[in-house]
Nanobody, 124 residues
Framework: QVQLVESGGGSVQAGGTLRLSCAAT????????MGWFRQSPGKEREGVAA????????WYADSVKGRFTISRDNANKTVYLLMSSLKPEDTAMYYC?????????????????WGQGTQVVVSS
């Protein structure tokens, strides 16, 4: 089992920057993959970014490429999402997610552990 604890959401004006953090606890070794998803009212949850525990690969949704950066700190089992040049359409509840058994980090359907979510609001 793994618990995911997010922090760092908030309100920001368009063009601003926020950094989200997600700590994985109650699990030794660390998840194989960690990622960020988001969901806006009336929309389906979508994968935003993902990163494996080892290696340099990362995956991003087309809508955030060039603006968001995912990174990890394995020693602290923490993953970060640096969100720059934020747009009002980035407003959503952001969820941290993890998979313990799969290495297909870019496959959004592989994630089966979820955090409680942190709200991001971008005003124009």
């Amino acid at each position: 089992q793994v618990q995911l604890v997010e922090s760092g959401g908030g309100s920001v004006q368009a063009g601003g920057t926020l950094r989200l953090s997600c700590a994985a606890t109650e699990y030794t070794g660390g998840p194989n993959c960690m990622g960020w998803f988001r969901q806006s009212p009336g929309k389906e949850r979508e994968g935003v970014a993902a990163i494996p525990r080892v290696g340099i690969s990362t995956w991003y949704a087309d809508s955030v490429k060039g603006r968001f950066t995912i990174s990890r700190d394995n020693a602290n089992k923490t993953v970060y999402l640096l969100m720059s040049s934020l747009k009002p359409e980035d407003t959503a509840m952001y969820y941290c997610a993890a998979t313990l058994t799969s290495w297909r980090c870019g496959d959004w359907s592989e994630y089966n552990y979820w955090g409680q979510g942190t709200q991001v609001v971008v005003s124009s």
